[in-house]
């Protein structure tokens, strides 16, 4: 049976316009839902276009801006892969989730695990294409892919370890472009892990019934009838860092260009309902805009310097 999963948009290309064969391995990797990539790719470019305004920018930032784009697709694809395999158990007990791939029948894990393997060789052929210093850290992040989707049985801070892995292209990315790490790019990662914190909490709200019903772990849990107040101090964190990334990569006054991307954060937060699913829903998908602004305010920020 073709069945939809629960939370994907309505009458997508996947369900219009994809082979009936190939629907169920696009609905694992959200090919559906460009808003898990978006969240990975945004950091990459931050870091890329903050390198390109601190170093000099190239031709070759062209390539690399469209070769993190096809990474993040392809890693994206193959980290909820990993996630659907690791949480099939939990998947099947949750109202959102229980008609994913996986636990709905649709494929098998052996088929998701070779789904995700050719994924991965997707990825790092895209990488093999950029210099040794971005391969060797982007080899850094393996440990923190692996974990994380074990995280939400362990702390209620799984969070805080998505942060860790979705943001370390804000380190490749400067490396990609200067052939080494920098402070600007550190502050620019940990500005991504309060952003991933903050929009994460949103996105976990949907479950909060279920998850504490099955003993699954999450801040949106931890933080309870004072998620607004946590998820504002996180985003407050976000700005602040994303702000000292860029006065360490010189851009001056110009990085006051921040604001943008404070906005959007304070508007997320002004209208935040924990206990709205569809409101939560439409705050996490916002957060692509939010990271654009960012990569404009850097952008913008190097032009008028």
Same mark, same amino acid.
């Given at each position: ?26 609905? %694992?990797?959200?090919? &559906? ?50 996630? &659907?395999?690791? &949480? ?27 789904? %995700? @393997? ?24 393996? $440990? ?32 990609? !472009? ?21 929009? &994460?909490?949103?996105?976990?709200? !949907? ?38 990334? %860029? ?12 604001? @943008? ?24 998908? $916002? ?8 990569? $404009? ?9």
């Amino acid at each position: 049976m073709d069945t939809t999963v629960a939370d994907a948009v309505r009458g997508g290309w996947v369900d219009t316009r994809a082979p009936a064969t190939w629907r169920p391995y696009l609905r %694992m990797m959200r090919a &559906d839902r460009p808003i898990g990539w978006w969240l990975l790719l945004l950091p990459c470019w931050w870091s890329l276009a903050l390198a390109g305004a601190s170093h000099g920018f190239r031709w070759v930032d062209l390539w690399l801006a469209v070769a993190f784009w096809i990474g993040a697709v392809a890693m994206r694809g193959a980290g909820c892969c990993l996630n &659907d395999i690791v &949480d099939r158990d939990i998947d099947g007990s949750v109202e959102r989730t229980r008609s994913r791939p996986i636990p709905s029948g649709a494929i098998s894990v052996t088929q998701a695990i070779l789904c %995700m @393997g050719a994924l991965c060789l997707v990825g790092l052929a895209v990488l093999l294409t950029m210099n040794g210093a971005a391969i060797a850290v982007a080899f850094g992040s393996l $440990a923190f892919v692996a974990i994380y989707p074990f995280m939400k049985r362990i702390t209620y801070w799984p969070q805080l370890f998505l942060g860790f892995a979705f943001n370390w292209g804000a380190l490749v990315g400067w490396a990609a !472009q200067t052939g080494s790490l920098g402070w600007p790019a550190v502050w620019l990662y940990l500005a991504g892990i309060c952003w991933t914190i903050g929009y &994460d909490t949103i996105y976990a709200c !949907q479950d909060k019934e279920d998850d504490a019903l099955i003993g699954v772990k999450s801040t949106a849990l931890r933080f309870g009838s004072r998620t607004r107040e946590w998820v504002a101090g996180f985003y407050a964190g976000a700005v602040i860092l994303a702000g000292i990334a %860029m006065l360490c990569a010189g851009l001056g006054w110009a990085s006051l260009g921040v604001m @943008g991307f404070a906005a959007h954060l304070i508007w997320q937060v002004r209208t935040l309902d924990a206990d709205d699913g569809a409101v939560c829903l439409t705050l996490f998908r $916002a957060n692509r805009e939010a990271g654009l602004l960012l990569v $404009a305010a850097i952008l913008i920020g190097a032009a008028l310097r």
